[in-house]
């Protein structure tokens, strides 16, 4: 079992920045056996959203296509934590933000695949 807790979300003004964390946590002893992390968003009222992912083993990053070149993921295996770099950001990415993780042999957003997630972090962008 695998424990994920996000952190870094708040109010920040259009064009501004924020960085998320991730920490992923399990029981004592044992390996995560963690394959890929992702972030997904949920605005209300709509589906929840693919942002990034990246291997777990050698940070190899995936996102969606309109991510690209905003968003920034990164990963440090030695503290087991995940980030999102959010840089110009628009009041269309005001959601609530959350990490998964999967041990499936997958890197992408489909996120059925994910066996475990956070309780997320509020993301608002004001304009």
């Known amino acids: 079992q695998v424990q994920l807790v996000e952190s870094g979300g708040g109010l920040v003004q259009a064009g501004g920045s924020l960085s998320l964390s991730c920490t992923a946590s399990?029981?004592?002893?044992?390996?995560?056996?963690?394959?890929?992390m992702g972030w997904f968003r949920q605005a209300p009222g709509k589906e929840r959203e693919f942002v990034a992912a990246?291997?777990?083993?050698?940070?190899?990053?995936a996102y969606a296509d309109s991510m690209k070149g905003r968003f920034t993921i990164s990963r440090d295996n030695t503290k087991n934590t995940m980030d999102l770099q959010m840089n110009n950001l628009k009041p269309g990415d005001t959601a609530v933000y959350y990490c998964?993780?999967?041990?499936?042999?997958?890197?992408?957003?489909?996120?059925?695949?994910?066996?475990?997630w956070g309780q997320g972090t509020q993301v608002t962008v004001s304009s």
């Open positions: 998964a993780a999967t041990r499936t042999s997958y890197l992408g957003g489909s996120d059925y695949v994910y066996d475990y």
């Open positions: 399990g029981r004592s002893g044992r390996t995560f056996n963690i394959f890929a």
């Open positions: 990246i291997r777990w083993s050698d940070g190899r990053p």
